[in-house]
T-cell receptor, first 108, second 113 residues
Framework: QKEVEQDPGPLSVPEGAIVSLNCTYS??????FMWYRQYSRKGPELLMY????GNKEDGRFTAQVDKSSKYISLFIRDSQPSDSATYLC????????FGKGTKLSVIP | GAGVSQTPSNKVTEKGKYVELRCDPI?????LYWYRQSLGQGPEFLIY????????DSGLPNDRFFAVRPEGSVSTLKIQRTERGDSAVYLC???????????FGQGTRLTVV
């Protein structure tokens, strides 16, 4: 079992939909959690950083961490075609362990 | 600099050759990481520097891989006797400390032919 599991998709939604992306992790030592967006042939771009259980909101993005169930989520409200990318979840204590990434397409 | 800079952006080399990949982190960031990303996969950890020293090199796949950061800023990832299986995108990231937000560069796409 990989330390961070993420459904690779692909996930296709209509413009304006709410998107839910999820990961699970197995290592209880992981202390902080990040979500990155990666466009094709580009480096990962940091979207959200969280250190504790609970919700963190930034614009249309909400990151949610539940340490008791080892579950990480990213919600995107009012999704836009420009949100089409691969979304990577990462967890760790200094270096990050990543999931495979979920490929999202937002259809106009 | 404004962001993490990696050079070259693309590198094609012949099997058996030696390559060096360079990473210039965000100014003032003490932590630097190297990752490797294969097609359809998430980045895989290779090595973590805190300042000049390698704090964790447990992700380096074998002794053909080596990385340095002599002055605590720029880092070089060195691969000896390259193999076709080394073909991947090599990503560098930096963070202010070891457990804060990590920012990635655009990566070096290495192709071994």
């Amino acid at each position: 079992q990989k330390e961070v599991e993420q459904d690779p998709g692909p996930l296709s939604v209509p413009e304006g939909a709410i998107v839910s992306l999820n990961c699970t992790y197995s290592n209880s030592a992981f202390q902080y959690f990040m979500w990155y967006r990666q466009y094709s042939r580009k480096g990962p771009e940091l979207l959200m950083y969280t250190y504790s259980s609970g919700n963190k909101e930034d614009g249309r993005f909400t990151a949610q961490v539940d340490k008791s169930s080892k579950y990480i989520s990213l919600f995107i409200r009012d999704s836009q075609p420009s949100d089409s990318a691969t979304y990577l979840c990462g967890a760790g204590s200094y270096q990050l362990t990543f999931g495979k990434g979920t490929k999202l397409s937002v259809i106009p | 600099g404004a962001g993490v800079s990696q050079t070259p952006s693309n590198k094609v080399t012949e099997k058996g050759k030696y390559v060096e990949l360079r990473c210039d982190p965000i100014s003032g960031h003490t932590a630097l990481y190297w990752y490797r990303q294969s097609l359809g996969q998430g980045p895989e950890f290779l090595i973590y520097f805190q300042g000049t020293g390698a704090a964790d090199d447990s992700g380096l796949p074998n002794d053909r891989f080596f990385a340095v950061r002599p002055e605590g800023s720029v880092s070089t990832l060195k691969i000896q006797r390259t193999e076709r299986g080394d073909s991947a995108v090599y990503l560098c990231a930096s963070s202010l400390l070891g457990n804060t937000e990590a920012f990635f560069g655009q990566g070096t796409r290495l192709t071994v032919v």
